[in-house]
């Protein structure tokens, strides 16, 4: 299984350098001083988030991160150098939590950004920092500082602008393959999805966005049955789901209701996210069997339900549009509340 969502690493950055202690002895100069040099600082251990990147797996095999320790001082007031820092590389919409898997300390949802997880130790001072009318001589230097250390986990949630849920077998592979140049394992058994899929949506040159294929949902998820919701984290910052439900079972309503319980038992607003809701694999339903399932399922949801088949292609195109219409909208209120924010924060009375 190549793709990895957590895991729990230990980071420590690197220790300051020790000072020296030492004395210029040259010939003809009788009373040299001290010139011992100070340590170099001790590298520090950064964060950064990275594009090109889906998956923690890179962490299952390296767990332990430890940044380089700085280089002792020696004579002649020569410093040491600094240690080299560690930089671990993570996707964007990586959450980094502390030990207790609760407390977040940084969300890298923008590919660029950098956090300083520990900080190096201080290098020592050497004993020339020390010399002074009291004391010419001085036969002590500090030590460096120590590193920090923690352990810390990890925690991807993809960054995709639309989500597909449904139950397992409603067609949401073959959608996103109808959709997108993804190619997601696709057969005619439950849970051919074992792990998220991204694909890239590409409607026109101006119109792209990220659609993310998570595993079916069955009844009793939000307990642990099946592949529980552990995946449903990777459409927490979506702007939309696309619900799809299998036209071909018998019970529609019920379907639906099952799928819609389960993500309002996840919590994090899943439930409240604007839902665009279809009848998918059209494509093997007579006329009246589509016309009897959709008004059963608009009875139970009241809502518009849209007719769709990824085999087919039939009214994919129309839902990727209206779902990148809702995309937009969103983008568009965050760009003006972050517009605002700085209008606010700049303005003085």
């Known amino acids: 299984m ?8 230990y980071v420590r950055s690197g ?40 998956t923690l797996i890179d962490f299952r095999y390296h767990q332990h991160f430890k940044a380089e320790t700085g280089t002792h001082g020696m ?14 590389k993570v996707p964007v919409g990586t959450q980094v939590l502390e030990e207790d898997k609760e407390t977040l300390i940084i969300d890298m949802d923008t590919a660029g950004q950098r956090y300083l997880l520990c900080k190096g130790g201080n290098g020592g001072w050497g004993n020339d920092r020390f010399k002074g009318p009291a004391n010419q ?8 500082q120590e590193g920090e250390e923690r352990w810390i986990w990890l925690r991807l949630k993809l960054i995709a602008d639309v989500g ?84 071909t079972q018998d019970d529609v309503a019920e379907a639906w209701r099952t799928v819609r319980h389960e993500l309002e038992a996840y919590g994090e607003e899943l439930g409240d996210k604007t839902e665009i809701l279809a009848l998918n694999k ?33 009214g994919v195109v129309d839902i990727l549009r209206e779902a ?3 995309v ?3 983008k568009a209120a965050a760009a003006a509340k972050a517009r605002g924010g700085e209008e606010i924060e700049d303005w003085k009375p």
């Open 328 to 330: 937009r909208q969103r």
């Open 324 to 326: 990148y219409a809702l």
């Open 2 to 9: 190549k793709f990895l969502d957590q895991c729990k690493i």
């Open 15 to 54: 220790n300051g350098g020790g000072g020296a202690v030492s004395f210029r002895r040259e010939k003809y100069i009788e009373y040299g001083g001290p010139d011992g040099g100070d340590g170099g600082n001790g590298g520090d251990v950064w964060i950064e988030a990275v594009d090109g990147l889906n």
């Open 164 to 247: 597909l849920a449904g139950l397992p077998n409603a067609g949401k592979s073959t959608f996103l393959a109808a959709a997108s140049a993804a190619k997601p394992k696709i057969a005619d058994y439950p849970f051919t999805t074992l792990a998220p899929n991204l694909g890239v949506v590409d409607l026109s040159p101006n119109e792209r966005f990220v659609i993310a294929d998570i595993p079916g949902l069955i009844e009793g998820a939000s307990e642990g049955a099946g592949l529980g919701t552990r995946f449903l984290g990777h459409v927490e910052r979506t702007a939309v789901l696309i619900h799809l439900v299998d036209g």
């Open 282 to 314: 059209i494509d093997a339903l007579s006329p009246d069997m589509i016309d009897f399932q959709r008004q059963a399922l608009e009875e139970a949801s009241g809502t518009k339900v849209r007719l769709v088949s990824g085999v087919s292609g039939q």
């Open 75 to 88: 004579g002649r007031n020569r410093h040491g150098a600094a240690g080299a820092d560690a930089v671990l």
């Open 137 to 144: 001589a001085p036969y002590h230097a500090n030590p460096g």
